[in-house]
Nanobody, 128 residues
């Protein structure tokens, strides 16, 4: 069982920055990849970024490449999503999720169905 709690959302003007945090706790042995997803009003949930347990692999959606950076602090069981140059179209509820991961993989999960545990979400609103 993995529990995840997101924080750091809020209201920001276009061009501004926010840093989201995902604090996770794990109650069973194993490695997990952590991913960030978002869901805008009236749209489906889409992948934003993900990171492997040892930070060796990362993935970014094309729409956020060069603007968002994912990082992790394993000592704090926390994954961060630094979001810069925010645009109104980044407005969404942002979720973090955990997926069972194998250290033998050279890739990191990026699709919703690959993730087993989800946080409750945090709202990000970017005004124009």
């Amino acid at each position: 069982e993995v529990q995840l709690v997101e924080s750091g959302g809020g209201l920001v003007q276009a061009g501004g920055s926010l840093r989201l945090s995902c604090e996770f706790s794990r109650w069973s042995f194993g490695d997990y990849a952590i991913g960030w997803f978002r869901q805008a009003p009236g749209k489906g949930r889409e992948g934003v970024s993900s990171v492997s347990p040892s930070d060796t692999s990362t993935w970014y959606a094309e729409s956020v490449k060069g603007r968002f950076t994912i990082s992790s602090d394993n000592a704090k069981n926390t994954v961060y999503l630094q979001m810069n140059s925010l645009k109104p179209e980044d407005t969404a509820v942002y979720y973090c999720a955990a997926a069972v991961y194998s250290s033998s993989w050279s890739w990191v999960p990026s699709r919703e169905y690959e993730y087993d545990y989800w946080g409750q979400g945090t709202q990000v609103t970017v005004s124009s």
